[in-house]
């Protein structure tokens, strides 16, 4: 990584989606932080230039939903490959989840990955903690001595809590410190199918997932948080029923937030095709019409933030049969490309697109952190010089082996992707660059 004390960033498109401000103009940076947004001194002698003639300037990217599979596969150097994936995609800060091997269930080992990450001075890594011991459901673990080690929220993965009075002691202990709990809203014995119920299921013999297993789900999540107050945020919804629920849960008040993966957002159990385990996914790629209402409920804001829900999974797990398959895709150097289609496809203004990608997921994490997180998801003077630089004009084909990450496989894979990252940068220092 570079370690000059200045740069200058000129003739791109800064945008900043938290406060509208869409400008041509140049940018300078000094000592990790951005120095003045236009109106550059002449006298300005930066250590570093870039020309981002034609391109967007960015905050850079916050990712709620990324699997860094450490600790656990430190032999293969995971948290290597998969940092370095999330810098190629413009991600500057991303949340990793607690199901790792041995699950983030112990302070020293949230702190050991925290100095790993740290270490690595790429993205910033802010770790969920296992909300139970060994995300079994059934005893709480210790939340205060975890937030101390830098968990920035709770959760249990796609571990499904079924036993409600654990949930409710969670909640209720969560909500007295101020901590905030992330959870999937599925039923454990309703969502143990591998492909969304439905005709397509039916004819191809795949036991279903339907959507109530999120409903009723959402309904005891629901309940249980006006009883104790607790701040609950529902990781990558994926039904028209579900953006309702959460729609009108938000309308009484409840201190809620939520987020759709990138698979939801742009396919269908259609593009299962025939068999292919690159689509399999938790939770399962749904109907045209729940792609829809996800897609209207991320444009009005009822969906705070979408999410990669990275995942990456090796050659072996995904050549099983699909319903013996592991579920899960590779999705950080896509995160951007297909909030910008979504943009393009849509029509749904481009401020919205990357707000979504940007000070929308950031606002979530920051009322996990509170003024821990500073200006993340934020372009402005004075703020974090964390920066994405994309290039709207360059597509690019999903190539397996032209990923970064290990994780090779993605139902887009072969996909005409708009956009391209052309540099990253993460405390004014340049992480990244396309070669």
């Known amino acids: 990584m570079n370690t000059s004390k ?29 120095a ?27 990712d709620l939903a990324v699997r860094l599979r450490e600790p656990g596969y430190e032999h293969a150097r995971m948290l290597d490959s998969e940092m370095g994936a999330a810098m190629a995609g413009g991600i500057t800060s991303l949340v990793c989840q607690p199901d790792t091997d041995p699950v983030l269930d112990e302070p020293g080992l949230v702190e050991m990955l925290r100095f790993r990450a740290e270490k690595l001075e790429q993205a910033r890594v802010y770790p969920l903690g296992a909300l139970t011991r060994n995300l079994q459901g059934a005893t709480l673990t ?17 571990v499904a809590l079924s ?34 119920s439905g005709a397509l299921a039916t004819r191809m013999g795949l036991s279903g997932v339907p959507v109530m297993a999120e409903t009723i789900a959402m309904h005891t999540i629901f309940e249980l948080m006006r ?7 529902l990781c990558r919804i994926s039904s028209a029923a579900g953006v309702a629920l959460v729609r009108e849960a938000k309308a009484q008040g409840l201190a809620l937030t939520c987020d759709v993966s990138i698979n939801s957002l742009h396919l269908t159990d259609m593009d299962i095709g025939y068999f292919d385990s690159r689509a399999r996914l938790n939770p399962p790629l749904r109907q045209q019409r729940d792609r829809d209402a ?56 481009l401020l919205r697109a990357l707000a979504v990608v940007t000070c929308g997921p950031a606002a979530v994490l920051g009322k996990a952190l509170g003024t821990r997180l500073g200006r993340t998801g934020r372009l402005l003077a004075g703020g974090l ?21 290990q994780g090779k496989h993605t139902p887009f894979s072969g996909y005409e992707l708009p956009g391209q990252v052309r540099q990253t940068l993460v405390g004014g220092q340049l992480g990244y660059q396309k070669s």
């Open 36 to 62: 003045t947004i236009d109106n550059v001194a002449p006298e300005f002698q930066p250590d570093i230039t870039l020309d981002a003639t034609g391109c967007l300037v960015l905050p850079g990217l916050v």
């Open 163 to 196: 036993n409600t009075l654990v949930l409710q002691r969670a909640l209720q202990y969560a909500s007295t410190f101020g901590y905030a709990v992330w959870l999937r809203p599925q039923d454990g014995y309703l969502g143990q199918g591998v492909a969304a």
């Open 227 to 233: 009883a104790t107050g607790a701040r609950v945020h």
């Open 142 to 158: 210790e939340m205060v001595e975890l937030t101390q080690a830098g968990c920035v929220a709770f959760s249990q993965a796609e």
């Open 294 to 349: 996800l897609r209207a409920g991320l444009a009005d804001g009822t969906i705070d933030a979408l999410v990669s829900d990275h995942t990456p999974v090796d050659d072996d797990a995904k050549a099983l049969p699909f319903a013996q398959s592991e579920p899960g895709a590779t999705g950080l150097e896509l995160l951007l490309s297909l909030a910008y289609k979504w943009h393009l496809d849509s029509g749904v203004d």
């Open 385 to 405: 010089g964390d920066i994405c630089i994309f290039d709207p004009r360059q597509g690019w084909t999903v190539q397996a082996d032209a990923l970064c990450s």
């Open 6 to 34: 200045s740069l200058l960033i000129q003739h791109g498109r800064v945008i900043d989606p938290a406060s509208g401000f869409d400008k041509k103009v140049d940018l300078a940076l000094v000592n990790g932080a951005v």
